[in-house]
């Protein structure tokens, strides 16, 4: 019992997949211990304009859960706010040196300020904007104090905000990585248990006949039409879901383990060409139970269905798995040594048709992820690599991929 409570209270520190989970639960409390923590700084450093650190934390943390979006902002943040500090006391010494003969030190705040515009909306993005909100910030002071005392430091705020939300975040940590394989995995199962369910609706109908009967009855037997299953559709409404929320992981995935933006593109693409073809087939099965296949199609069929599943769920433990295992291929079925198929009737061939796109996709699919896994996977972390291998030592098992 003692063991079972100290696991469930340590699991969101020592388990990427607890945390992928209830990440939400988690960035909440992250968020909040790292305003505890910046109120705490501001107290001990006692500066001026301290309420900049705790805005500087909810700016990073609000809206970003994951480390590899988190450092992204954060070195923005830092590289900004350093340029903009670069630059305000650039233009206070050319003032003091100057004067301020015929507004020339107006003069000069609008055109950096236009030239760090043009350079925020052409490449620097948010670094850019910073750069000239800092500098705004130390050089708007002059008319109080000719070394902008109060920019400083709130710039000097902002960089212990920054601090702080990158330290919490080591705490509990969020990777992309983790979150963009264990996203893709969840969708590979719950398209497994889809297309399982289309096969279902195939076998519901039962519109088998022997050769012998097709040959001497050739009019379909009737059979009453079977309705799609809504829980299938709400499967398929959670999977559009979790593509949808890959998306935000992609940049920050590319960033943590050094794959090509176009290849995570890529897979993303064909992630979602899967779950269209799999929408196609539930769309297509209840429509073909009045229309007859014979018993060799129908056991070619049957053979399609177990692989793919299996091939689906086999990726999917590859993606959770910490070892290194490989992708292993799809299936070796061939519509083509099934001269057979083309003399089925239209919306069978078609059916077949899509089952073969199915599996091309997600060959292809294996073969993006196979190629790119040394990346990904080191990018996931050596201690969870290594911890969850000595716990599968401990317990006697080897990986889930039995599935």
Known sequence: MKSTLYQLITA???EPYVRYQHADVLHAIRLGTAVILALLANKLTNLPHGEWTTITVFIILGLLQYQGAIYTKAKERVLGTLLGIGTALGVLWFIQNAGAWLW????????LSGIIGYLAVRKLGYTGLLTG????????????NSIGQDGIYRALNILLGTGVSVA???????????????????????????YAGVGHHIDAADGVMDNATQKSNPIAFPIKEVPVDRKLVTALQQINKRLLAVRPHIAATASESGIEKETLETIQRTHRNIIGTIDLLLSAAPRLANIEIDEENHVLLMH????????????????????????????????????SVQHLAFEWQGYFWLTQTLQTQL?????????????????????????????????GGETDLHL
């Open 12 to 14: 969101p520190f020592t």
């Open 104 to 111: 020339i030190d107006y003069v000069l705040i609008g055109i």
């Open 133 to 144: 909100i800092t500098m705004l910030m130390i050089v708007s002071d002059l008319g109080h």
């Open 168 to 194: 919490v975040t080591l705490i509990l940590p969020l990777k992309s990585t983790l979150m963009w394989r264990f996203l893709l995995s969840s969708n590979l199962d719950a398209c497994s248990s889809l």
């Open 304 to 339: 399609y269905q177990h692989e793919l599943t299996q091939a689906m769920q086999h990726m999917a433990a590859v993606l959770r798995s910490p070892s290194d295992e490989v992708f292993r291929p799809i299936t070796r079925i061939a519509v083509s040594e099934y001269p």
């Open 363 to 395: 060959q292809q699919l294996s073969d993006l992820l196979q190629t790119s896994k040394p990346h990904w996977f080191a990018a996931s972390g050596l201690g969870y690599q290594r911890r969850e291998q000595r716990r599968m030592k401990e317990q």
